[in-house]
C-alpha cells in the first residue's frame, strides 16, 4: 500500500509562483506523476519523475527526492487558466497508479 | 499523442439497470487498461486493471460480480455497472499507457448518476 499526501488548496496571484508538495510512502517505487485536472474532465498528464532531480517542461516543473519520499510541482507565471486541481500519483512496481487527494489551486486577479 | 476513447460521456439511468462504458485506444495497443471511480472533490481510485484477454483484477473492496471488466481486444476495454443503485453515481476513467515507462493516457471519463 501506499500513503499519498498533498495539500487540499492554495491560492495564488496571477504572474506568481505556486508550489505544491506531495509525500508518499511505498513498497515498491517506480516513479512519481503529476496530474492537471479541471473539473468534470479527466486527468492531463504534466510530468514524470523516476530519478531524483529537477524536471523542467516550461511554466512546469517537478523535482522528486526518493530518499525522502517527496515531490513537488513548481508552477511560474501563473494564468488563470492554471486554475485546477493537481494530483500527484506514485507507480509502483505492478505499473499501477495510485493518486493523492489532489490540490485545487486557485488562481487570482 | 496517444489517445484513449471513452464512451459515453455522460448517462442517466434508471435504478436497477445496467450501463456500459467503452474505452478504446485510438493508435495504440492497449495490453492493460485502467478503471477509476472518482467521487466530488475527491481522488480517482483504482477499481480494476483490465488485461486483454484474460479475466480482470480488482482492487480490495470492489465487487467484480458487480462491475464486469472485459477487454476482448487489445484496443477495446469495457466496464459494465450491473444493477446501478444511486451510490454507483460516479464519474468513471478509463486510462492506458503506449509504453510502460511513460505518463498514462486517460479516456475522457463518463459521469453516470442513477436515479
Known amino acids: 500500500g501506499q500513503n499519498i499526501d498533498q495539500p487540499t488548496e492554495m491560492t495564488a496571484t496571477e504572474g506568481a509562483i505556486v508550489q505544491i508538495n506531495c509525500t508518499y510512502q511505498t513498497s515498491g517505487f517506480n516513479g512519481l506523476f503529476w496530474y492537471q485536472q479541471h473539473a468534470g474532465e479527466a486527468p492531463t498528464f504534466l510530468s514524470y519523475n523516476v530519478l531524483d532531480g529537477l524536471e523542467e517542461k516550461g511554466r512546469f516543473s517537478s523535482f522528486l527526492s526518493r530518499s525522502k519520499g517527496y515531490s513537488y510541482l513548481l508552477l511560474k507565471e501563473l494564468q488563470m487558466k492554471d486554475s485546477a486541481s493537481y494530483l500527484c500519483?506514485?507507480?509502483?512496481?505492478?505499473?499501477?497508479?495510485?493518486f493523492g487527494a489532489g490540490t485545487t489551486v486557485t488562481v487570482r486577479a | 499523442g496517444a489517445v484513449v476513447s471513452q464512451h459515453p460521456s455522460w448517462v442517466i439511468c434508471k435504478s436497477g439497470t445496467s450501463v456500459k462504458i467503452e474505452c478504446r485506444s485510438l493508435?495504440?495497443?492497449?495490453?492493460?487498461m485502467f478503471w477509476y471511480r472518482q467521487f466530488p472533490k475527491q481522488s480517482l481510485m483504482l477499481m480494476a486493471t483490465?488485461?486483454?484477454?484474460?479475466?480482470?483484477?480488482?482492487e480490495q473492496g470492489v465487487e467484480k460480480d458487480k462491475f464486469l471488466i472485459n477487454h476482448a481486444s487489445l484496443t477495446l476495454s469495457t466496464l459494465t455497472v450491473t444493477s446501478a443503485h444511486p451510490e454507483d453515481s460516479s464519474f468513471y476513467i478509463c486510462s492506458a499507457s503506449p509504453r510502460d515507462n511513460y505518463g498514462y493516457t486517460f479516456g475522457s471519463g463518463t459521469r453516470l448518476t442513477v436515479v
Open positions: 483490465s488485461n486483454e484477454g484474460s479475466k480482470a483484477t480488482y
Open positions: 493508435d495504440f495497443q492497449a495490453t492493460t
Open positions: 500519483a506514485v507507480r509502483e512496481d505492478d505499473y499501477k497508479l495510485s
